[in-house]
């Protein structure tokens, strides 16, 4: 309980719009938004392991948009006719209503994140 709680005030309260905004597009901004992010986990966890992968692979999973690739390959799994081309933006078909495309995305990233960190604080 307590992670997920840390995940979202790390995730949510402590992103300025200028993270959210330019995360994508620059390193910089993926980097303090991930060292942001990290640190309520220190309320958590002393381990410098867990605590380094939290920050790094939130690092790497926003600033590459990987939950698009996670969706993509699951709705590929099923249709392999989709092309990343025409589902790069969520990973969903473009068919896919728009806020539905856009909400399954940030459920799924923030599941990413949620597994990763539980995996982290708990053996590492």
Not at 22 to 36: D, E, I, Q, T
Not at 52 to 70: C, E, P, S
Request: hydrophobic content about 55%; aromatic content about 12%; charged content about 10%.
């Amino acid at each position: 309980m307590e992670q997920i709680l840390l995940h979202l005030i790390g995730d949510y309260i402590t992103q300025t719009d200028w993270m959210a905004r330019n995360k994508r597009s620059s390193v910089n901004a993926a980097l303090v938004h991930a060292v942001v992010y990290g640190l309520p986990f220190l309320l958590l966890t002393q381990s410098h392991w867990a605590l380094f992968v939290i920050v790094v692979t939130h690092l790497w999973i926003d600033h590459l948009g990987l939950a698009r690739y996670v969706v993509f390959a699951k709705n590929w799994m099923t249709n392999r006719s989709l092309k990343w081309a025409d589902c790069s933006a969520t990973g969903y078909p473009p068919d896919a209503p728009p806020w539905l495309a856009v909400w399954l995305l940030i459920i799924a990233d923030n599941t990413l994140h949620l597994c990763i960190n539980y995996a982290a604080i708990r053996w590492l």
